[in-house]
């Protein structure tokens, strides 16, 4: 019997042996699981692709660090045979790496040669985020000569920045975000530097939606709205005193100057692009006092300064029936600014006194620019396009059509623009082809 249980026991231990051994051989097979390390670093992570501007190797000339004594002696050789060594041109070049965001801010750290002399920088932050920054240079040729004493060249050549932001199945698997800021720059000028423009900086936000995403039918709902990021300013009086102006940047008043006492410029003006991007979204009614709007095209530099005569007693302000009547405008009435008997209109009818107090946001709301649109599109070669333009300040509401085709990487779109007769934009038809570049395998940085 004893030996039975001895038999049995050694037969368990060898047993419970052979699958310790088995265990520890099983798992030493695999490598450990980062699945949990990879799914919370994975979005720190992220792609760059960049347009280069590099120097191509010229044929039959290899290239070399400037100075080398295999550049002199390839120089040499060229000059001996009657010639020069043929010039490069710098071309635009596709390339990818990585970069890792170490900051809540969205700092990135990537290897300089990934962005090095990049013109266009792309960083997709996961599959469906993406950003996106673009460099571009301008020539605008206005005119040839200036007008009267003015000097100078009628044309210029400025640069500006683009910045987007894309979020692909944003609160939906269906519905796509995008935001852009175009037209990033200095101001620009032409014939007079002081009287430069700045650029038109935009800011666009936009929805789209894939009401039908088979494989043959795909429709598209879209919508985007503009806001201009310039902050401008119309004749404002700023201090109060009922005068535009009439001092120095500095507050010497001789009753000349743009400027009023505390040195606030009172005259229309727009704010520096580093400004206007804030201020532009207060400008029309947060900001400012009450504003000299011109009668007859032309402003007088003062608010106000005549009054209302309702002759008809039709409670409609009647000009070419003698009903506006001066009340201070000329020093000889009087009458001082702020006076009860200071006129509160221009010389059009057109209230000027506290008119700064009638403006809201919603005259802010009033330059938002509205884009509504519909796309179709058969697999993916043709689309058709409706959609409907409406700018309220602009007094712009027209619908627009177009037609896309697209085939063998290249394509073709057409867009038609109906409205009212007399409208500059009536009938209006834009053309435009574009051709497909592949991201390139060969160009890979880590």
Known sequence: MFKILLVIKTIFISFALVII??????????????????????????????????????????????????????????????????????????????????????????NNHVIEKAVTINVILSDNRSFGLNAKIFHQHLTDLG???????????????????????????????????????????????????PQPTNFTLGFNYRLIDEQFNKLNVIYDVDKLLVGSYADMDWNGDGIIGGCDKEGHCEGLGEYNSNGKQETAHTDPIYLGIFTSWVDDWFLGG??????????????????????????????DQGEIIEAGINPNDGINFGDPDWGIYNQDGVKEVG???????????????????????????????????YDQEGKINNPTFGVGLRFAGYGFDFGFTSGEPGHPLTNTMRFSLNMEINSPKQVIQP
């Open 21 to 110: 051994y088995n265990s520890i051989s099983f798992s030493d097979s695999y490598p450990p699981d980062f699945s949990d390390l990879s799914a919370r670093l994975s979005p720190s992570v992220v792609n760059i692709s960049t347009i280069m501007s590099v120097d191509p190797i010229a044929p039959g000339a290899p290239k070399f660090p400037p100075g080398s004594p295999f550049e002199d002696f390839f120089n040499d050789f060229f000059e001996k045979r009657g010639g020069q060594r043929p010039p490069r041109e710098r071309n635009p070049q596709q390339a990818m790496g990585s970069g890792f965001i170490i900051d809540p801010s969205g700092l990135i750290v990537t």
């Open 290 to 319: 009450d504003r000299d709007i011109p009668a007859n095209n032309e402003s007088d530099g003062k608010i106000g300064g005549y009054d209302w005569n309702d002759n008809n007693n039709d409670g409609v302000i009647n000009v």
């Open 355 to 389: 008119n700064s107090k009638d403006r809201s946001i919603k005259d802010e709301l009033k330059k938002l620019i509205h884009h509504f649109g519909l796309e179709y599109w058969y697999s993916k070669y043709f689309a058709l396009r409706a959609g409907y333009y």
């Open 147 to 197: 007008a009267g004493g003015e000097k100078g060249k009628g044309y210029s050549t400025d640069f500006g920045f683009d910045i987007g932001y894309l979020h692909k199945e944003f609160l939906s698997p269906r519905l796509d975000l995008g935001v852009t800021v175009t037209n990033i720059g200095p101001k620009v000028s032409f014939i007079d530097p002081a009287q430069a423009d």
